[in-house]
């Protein structure tokens, strides 16, 4: 019996200390569990303090140059799957610290003498970080191009030959042939338009409309290839697009928009937008402007357009007494300072879309001087040029 006591009495003893030795390891259990989650919602605190203080500098700072949501305005695009993928925050600091030599982009670290601390920068960068879930990937979407643009860029440019659904006519071959847009690609397509067939009558694109116009123009097509059918917004857009060729004198374009219009008009308005399209058709500047005015009251565009622009065409009307001119000979002449200015490699894409809009005299000129630049008589292209356009203007 005296052997058992002692243990009897340490009995409630270790019964304590495995009681405190579970309490202990239960603590410790539930701290680590909860540790995580605590620390978490501090730094999701703290991510959410600095981007909302990055983005108030941001905008203050850096949306005049790279865009409110970092889309890129004179600056390149930040907000952007690629960049964002492929570059580390320590990197984007660094960048937004030093600034890059030579560029616009400033210095915004007071080490290098901007006025920002480290903190401020660091909250600029979980602020674009704070894009990056969302942010699309600029490159791809350059690359797809869009075809309503491309609409507004064939409307003025290609439906004079291949019509204005792209079935063809007469002056060039349809290009909504489904089989025959199945049969190339995309950058078949590009060299087409970009080199043209000088020899057969396609005028040489490339030096006259940017890779992104091609590609939008490439986009239309393939548009039609899959039997969409793709139109600009509305009479009103159509109408301010043919305003602005009118600004350019580009008297085929007006009337090939304002046919366009007309389609999509109805009653009075569509009435004016068809006296305009005649007027265009036979160079009545005049009866053009006014039809164009009575469209635009009644409703065919927004209130802020064309004001400027149709003071625009009236001025030119009534300087000199002269007609808008003649088709292609606004970039006869500007081909023509090209070669003032000894660029006869400028003027040749411009003269190439002269000869797709001329006719008559100064289509005839025109040839000449194309012939007269490729046998490097830019002086003899200078004077034929000069001749036409002064008859013009006589
Ligand atoms: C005056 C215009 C301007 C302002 C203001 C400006 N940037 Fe820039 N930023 C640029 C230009 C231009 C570049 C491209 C420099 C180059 O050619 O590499 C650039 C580059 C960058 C880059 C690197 C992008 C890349 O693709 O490598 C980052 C990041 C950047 N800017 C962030 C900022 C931030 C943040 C601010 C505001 C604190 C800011 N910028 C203000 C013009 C500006
Ligand atoms: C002055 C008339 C004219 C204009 C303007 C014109 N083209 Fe053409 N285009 C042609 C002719 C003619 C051909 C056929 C050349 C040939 O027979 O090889 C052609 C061929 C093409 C082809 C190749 C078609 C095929 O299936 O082989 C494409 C693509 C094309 N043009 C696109 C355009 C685009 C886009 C524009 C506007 C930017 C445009 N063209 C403006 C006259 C024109």
């Known amino acids: ?48 303090l600095a981007t909302t203080a990055g983005r108030e500098l941001f905008a203050d700072n850096c949306a005049m140059c790279h865009g409110e949501q970092g889309e890129g305005v004179d600056g390149p695009p930040l907000n952007d799957s690629t960049f964002l993928h492929t570059t580390l925050d320590s990197t984007i600091f660094s960048v937004v610290g030093s600034g890059v030599p030579n560029t616009e982009m400033p210095a915004w670290n007071q080490a290098h003498g901007g006025p920002f601390t480290d903190e401020q920068i660091g909250d600029l960068v979980a602020f674009m970080r704070s894009w990056e879930s969302t942010a699309p990937d600029r490159a791809a979407e350059a690359m797809k191009g869009d075809p309503q643009e491309g609409l507004a860029i064939y409307a003025a440019t290609c439906t004079v030959c291949h019509g204005a659904e792209g079935q063809g006519t007469p002056l060039g071959p349809a290009l909504n042939d489904v089989h025959r847009l199945a049969s190339f690609d995309d950058d078949w397509y590009a060299s087409t338009i970009a080199d043209g067939r000088p020899a057969a009558g396609m005028p040489t ?30 009479p009103a857009e159509l109408l301010q697009e043919a305003i602005h060729e009118l600004s350019h004198g580009d008297l085929p374009a007006v009337h090939e928009l304002l046919a366009q219009a007309a389609d999509r008009a109805t009653g009075e308005l569509k009435q004016a937008i068809e006296e305009a399209a005649a007027a ?115």
């Open 205 to 234: 694109w490339g030096t006259v409309l940017s890779p992104v116009q091609i590609r939008d123009l490439i986009a239309l097509l393939r548009a039609w290839e899959r039997g969409e059918k793709v139109e600009l917004a509305d």
């Open 280 to 394: 265009a058709e036979s160079g009545d500047t005049g009866a053009l402007e006014k039809a164009l005015d009575r469209a635009t009251e009644l409703g065919g565009s927004s209130e802020d357009m064309g004001g400027m622009d149709m003071d625009d065409a009236g001025d030119a009307d009534s300087g000199a007494g002269a007609m808008a001119p003649a088709p292609g000979e606004a970039e006869a002449r500007t081909a023509l300072a090209d070669l003032a200015s000894g660029n006869p490699a400028g003027a040749v894409s411009k003269l190439k879309v002269s000869l797709a809009l001329a006719s008559g005299p100064l289509k005839e000129a025109v040839e000449h001087a194309l012939m007269d630049i490729e046998a490097g008589k830019a002086d003899e292209a200078r004077t034929v040029l000069e001749e036409a356009l002064t008859m013009g203007e006589g």
């Open 1 to 48: 019996m005296s052997t058992m006591r002692p243990r009897e009495s340490y009995r409630p003893f270790t019964i304590a200390i495995l009681l405190m030795i579970v309490g202990i390891l239960v603590s410790f259990e539930v701290y680590q569990l909860r540790e995580p989650a605590r620390v978490a919602a501090e730094e999701s605190r703290d991510r959410i």
